[in-house]
């Protein structure tokens, strides 16, 4: 079956660096998502990887390593704002895309 | 301001009701989706359009119909509802395969089925 785990929740301080691990199985790759939902609130696309290797956003960086099965979020200069879930997915062969249960980063001052 | 509109935000219904989930979207996007989201659980596709005319079934589709009569509206129908039927219900659209996938999601819905 088709999988993608990431860890539940994860604590950071402000100004701190963090890093959200996402691993997949999925039925072929068609690209890696990362979306931002703050509580009570949306989804919000944050990044797009299809190709190996680091994107880079503003504090937000995105990995990917096809090979693996393995993506990562880095977030830098953490912010109180930055408290949300962060949600992985996987568009597969079919281009159905296939969420993970998402990370509650929480951020202490 | 271009966007999904889902309507209602929250609603309470009794059990065996029938119910329908609202969501319109401006900005002339090829694909429609309606997800579910549970907590400790992943969005789950119930169905999708991925243009006017047509529709699929996605992970959860049973107990629930959708129909895409036009570009801009994709609402979600619930015949009879159940309590399992309870959750946050997100409509949204992208432009299509192929591209980024980029999905653009609506406020949501919260569903209580007692």
């Known amino acids: 079956g088709q999988n993608i785990d990431q860890p539940t929740e994860m604590t950071a301080t402000e100004g701190a660096i963090v890093q959200i691990n996402c691993t997949y199985q999925?039925?072929?790759?068609?690209?890696l998502f990362w979306y931002q939902q703050h509580a009570g609130e949306a989804p919000t696309f944050l990044s797009y990887?299809?190709l190996d290797g680091l994107e880079e956003k503003g504090r937000f960086s995105s990995f990917l390593s096809r090979s693996k099965g393995y993506s990562y979020l880095l977030l830098k200069e953490l912010q109180m704002k930055d408290s949300a879930s962060y949600l992985c997915?996987?568009?597969?062969?079919?281009?159905?895309?296939?969420w993970g249960a998402g990370t509650k980063l929480i951020i202490k001052p | 301001i271009a966007g999904i509109t889902q309507a209602p935000t929250s609603q309470i219904l009794a059990a065996g009701r029938r119910m329908t989930l609202r969501c319109t979207q401006d900005?002339?996007?090829?694909?429609m989706y309606w997800y579910r989201q549970d907590l400790g659980l992943g969005l789950r596709l119930i169905h999708y359009?991925?243009?006017?005319?047509?529709?699929g079934k996605g992970e959860v589709p049973d107990g629930y119909s959708v129909s895409r009569a036009n570009t801009d509206d994709f609402p979600l129908t619930l015949a009879s509802a159940v309590p399992s039927q309870t959750s946050v219900y997100f409509c949204?659209?992208?432009?299509?395969?192929?591209?980024?996938?980029?999905?653009?999601f609506g406020e949501g819905s919260r569903l209580t089925v007692l």
């Open positions: 949204a659209s992208s432009d299509g395969q192929g591209d980024t996938g980029e999905l653009f």
């Open positions: 900005m002339r996007h090829n694909a």
């Open positions: 359009s991925n243009t006017a005319g047509t529709t």
């Open positions: 999925t039925s072929g790759f068609n690209g």
């Open positions: 990887n299809v």
């Open positions: 997915a996987v568009m597969d062969s079919n281009y159905q895309l296939i």
